[in-house]
């Protein structure tokens, strides 16, 4: 099965600052992936898909990009709201959804 | 608006059984593929399983194989997930997901959520 790493497990930044969150894929998975949003006691939130397309009344300061097994998540200024755990996802034609362990995002 | 409201959580002995349930409403549920994925409290999410928008797809992680069975009625526009033979690593969060589109297992929407907990 595909596993996604994601880098860093966790992460501190500051309100306006750029961050990266990485996504690597144990093989190569073309654009098959999604990003989420999740804060404490909250379901996830559907952010990104297809690597680099935007939900529908996501923030434009969220933008995905890669493809094959190295992906990246960016927040280009950093909201309080933005403070959360992402996660990455993927699926593929054998039937299988693979999750990464999650990046958790500090003040 | 999409709203996916899980019920059916609770705390139930190792070996034991659960039906927990999912109404959607807010879309065509008959339309959409959905699934179940999980959350261990504290962790990170695992998809369980998948059901097509007539039933006529339905897959499962290697996990629940053989002891879950996910089903649908779309004239009640409710999901269902039947756990049988619980064990101690079942215990989680179950969410229920819509799906984005045809063939892609993206999850758009998700319910609140509902907690199971095995354990004697």
């Known amino acids: 099965a595909i596993q996604l790493t994601q880098s860093p497990s966790s992460l501190s930044a500051s309100v306006g600052d750029r961050v990266t969150i990485t996504c690597r894929a144990s093989?190569?998975?073309?654009?098959?992936l999604a990003w989420y949003q999740q804060k404490p006691g909250e379901a996830p939130k559907f952010l990104i898909y297809?690597?680099?397309t935007l939900e529908s009344g996501v923030p434009s300061t969220f933008s995905g990009s890669g493809s094959g097994t190295d992906f990246t998540l960016t927040i280009s200024s950093l909201q309080p709201e933005d403070f959360a755990t992402y996660y990455c996802?993927?699926?593929?034609?054998?039937?299988?959804?693979?999750f990464g362990q999650g990046t958790r995002l500090e003040i | 608006e999409v709203q996916l409201l899980e019920s059916g959580g609770g705390l139930e002995q190792p070996g034991g059984s659960l039906r927990l349930s999912c109404a959607a409403s807010?879309?065509?549920?008959?339309?959409?593929?959905m699934s179940w994925v999980r959350q261990d409290p504290g962790k990170g999410l695992e998809w369980v399983s998948v059901?097509?928008?007539?039933?006529?797809?339905?897959y499962y992680a290697d996990s629940v194989k053989g002891r879950f069975t996910i089903s649908r009625d779309n004239s009640k526009n409710t999901l269902y997930l039947q756990m049988s033979g619980l064990r101690a690593e079942d215990t989680a969060v179950y969410y229920c997901?819509?799906?984005?589109?045809?063939?892609?297992?993206?999850?758009?929407?998700w319910g609140q959520g509902t907690l199971v907990t095995v354990s004697s």
């Open positions: 997901a819509r799906h984005k589109e045809i063939g892609k297992w993206y999850f758009v929407n």
């Open positions: 807010g879309f065509t549920f008959s339309n959409y593929a």
């Open positions: 059901i097509s928008s007539i039933s006529g797809h339905i």
């Open positions: 093989q190569d998975i073309s654009s098959a």
């Open positions: 297809d690597a680099s």
């Open positions: 996802q993927h699926f593929n034609n054998y039937h299988q959804v693979t």
